[in-house]
């Protein structure tokens, strides 16, 4: 499957990089810099396919001979390096009209000068294929007529539109390889898995030093990386088909889901208010207001909470229950509610009981006990 990849990058002097070696690594060619007094060239050429020049007809070594000498300052950008993945159902001839076009939108959007190379490792057996391109083009205005340079391109070196640029050549590299892909191949997107509104996390670049590692079996940083989450991304599909067959008629969205999360969430903390409430129950302190309505019934100190399935065991009479029917028929076992010291009223049954209320509660549950035989006897 073809995947995308454009990237731009300055050729600064202040980190050591150098035009000059750069173009003779993407063409093999061997060239001289006139700055540093060195030679440079490629060591092998076994995946350089072919290179061409767009936008002017001096020879390579000639253009950038003064590319290089109309940068004066040490820290000059003397151009800028563009890496194109290649999709591999394309031929060879298809993926070189694909750089070939992309290095004319670069010539006439700029009006720079710009080098293009092809590279595939189609020959080496002992390697997977990777086709590759790489465009370098100045940071100066080519005038074919005068063969001179002139001013810079400021517009990349200014944040404000160098972002508009950037996009707009990488969004041509997308348009380019669409149209060139194969009936049935699924297309490219520039987008990342954030900007395309996927749930996925994006994975590392390798690049050439830790690909070459790992085809040599030695496992890598990014190379760890990239394996945790494609097991992550086969975890994930998996529950997603599990939960699929297990419930196909109501699939739930991905809003569903949070919003059920968030349900449960606030009933386990519902739940851990009335736990640290259930002690208070029988001497709450002073000023300290109760809230009712927040606990059904109690079994040996355990709460339950409105709509749980806890034990429904039948509550002891001792234990005070919030909430009851007040008394009737002139029932006067029930005391009034009292307040505390400028607090709200507390409910008569969060009070602790006197001794001699415990006493007569006590009697009646002993005489209750200990009645007649014949109430224990089953009716006829």
Not at 154 to 178: C, F, H, M, P, Y
Request: some cysteine; charged content about 25%.
């Amino acid at each position: 499957m073809a995947n995308y990849h454009c990237q731009i990058r300055p050729i600064q002097r202040s980190k050591g990089r150098s035009v000059i070696q750069l173009l003779g690594y993407i063409t093999g060619l061997k060239l001289r810099s006139t700055r540093t007094g060195r030679t440079y060239r490629r060591r092998t050429r076994g995946d350089v396919v072919r290179f061409a020049c767009v936008g002017s007809n001096l020879p390579i070594q000639d253009l950038w001979q003064k590319a290089e000498s109309a940068e004066r300052r040490k820290n000059s950008i003397e151009g800028r390096h563009q890496i194109v993945a290649l999709p591999r159902e394309n031929s060879q001839e298809e993926q070189w009209k694909m750089l070939v076009a992309m290095a004319e939108v670069i010539s006439r959007l700029l009006g720079v000068p710009v080098v293009v190379a092809l590279h595939d490792n189609a020959g080496e057996l002992d390697k997977p294929r990777n086709p590759h391109g790489h465009l370098i083009f100045a940071t100066r205005v080519w005038n074919e007529r005068g063969q001179s340079f002139g001013g810079k391109t400021r517009a990349l070196d200014v944040a404000t539109t160098g972002s508009v640029i950037i996009e707009s050549i990488r969004k041509k590299w997308e348009d380019i390889v669409n149209a060139g892909l194969p009936a049935g191949v699924p297309k490219v997107s520039r987008l990342s898995h954030t900007r395309a509104g996927r749930n996925r996390i994006p994975r590392r670049h390798l690049g050439e030093r830790a690909t070459e590692l790992e085809r040599k079996g030695i496992p890598t940083r990014y190379g760890n990386f990239n394996r945790r989450i494609d097991k992550l991304d086969r975890i994930a599909e998996r529950r997603m088909k599990v939960e699929n067959q297990l419930n196909p008629a109501s699939i739930l969205s991905r809003a569903d889901r949070q919003r059920e999360l968030g349900l449960q969430r606030e009933l386990a903390i519902a739940d851990a208010l009335i736990a640290d409430l259930s002690p208070m129950r029988r001497n709450p302190p002073a000023n300290t207001p109760v809230v009712a309505n927040q606990t059904k019934q109690f079994d040996t100190g355990k709460t339950v909470g409105a709509g749980s399935e806890r034990n429904e065991s039948p509550q002891p009479s001792n234990l005070p229950i919030i909430d009851q029917a007040p008394p009737q028929n002139g029932d006067k076992t029930q005391p009034p509610e009292v307040s505390g010291d400028g607090g709200p009223a507390i409910p008569s049954q969060l009070l602790p009981l006197s001794l001699e209320e415990e006493l007569r509660l006590a009697s009646e549950a002993l005489d209750g006990a200990t009645g007649p035989e014949k109430d224990l006897l089953p009716p006829l």
